[in-house]
C-alpha cells in the first residue's frame, strides 16, 4: 500500500522546516547597505542549520521565499523592531515597536 504524500499545509503543521528572523531596532538599520549584510549574514547562518535538520527537498524552498522576501527590505523605520517568518505555507514581514518587558509570573519559571 503506497502512502498518500503529505501536503505542505500538514508538512508545515507537522514541524516541517520554519525560520523567523527578529532583529531589533539599532541605527544601523537606517543603512541599506549594513541592513542587507546583516539580513545577508542572518540567511546564511539560517541555511546551514535549516540544510542540516531537513531535506533538500523542504529546505531549499524555505530558503529560496527568504531570499526573496529580504531583497525587498530597504531600511528599518526608526525604532521598529523587524520580524521575519517564513514556512512551507507562509512568509510575512513584520516591524513593530517593542513594549515593556514584564517579569515572568512565578509559576512559569523553570
Request: hydrophobic content about 35%; glycine content about 2%.
Amino acid at each position: 500500500m503506497t502512502q498518500k504524500p503529505k501536503s505542505l499545509k500538514q508538512i508545515d503543521f507537522e514541524g516541517g522546516p520554519r525560520f523567523t528572523l527578529i532583529i531589533t531596532y539599532s541605527p544601523s538599520m537606517n543603512n541599506r547597505k549594513l541592513l542587507s549584510n546583516l539580513l545577508e549574514t542572518a540567511t546564511v547562518e539560517a541555511e546551514s542549520k535549516i540544510k542540516g535538520k531537513y531535506s533538500e527537498n523542504y529546505a531549499l524552498p524555505l530558503i529560496k521565499k527568504f531570499r526573496e522576501l529580504i531583497k525587498n527590505i530597504r531600511t528599518v523605520p526608526k525604532d521598529k523592531t523587524l520580524a521575519i517568518f517564513v514556512s512551507c505555507t507562509t512568509k510575512n514581514v513584520y516591524l513593530f515597536t517593542p513594549t515593556k518587558v514584564l517579569p515572568m509570573p512565578s509559576t512559569l519559571r523553570a
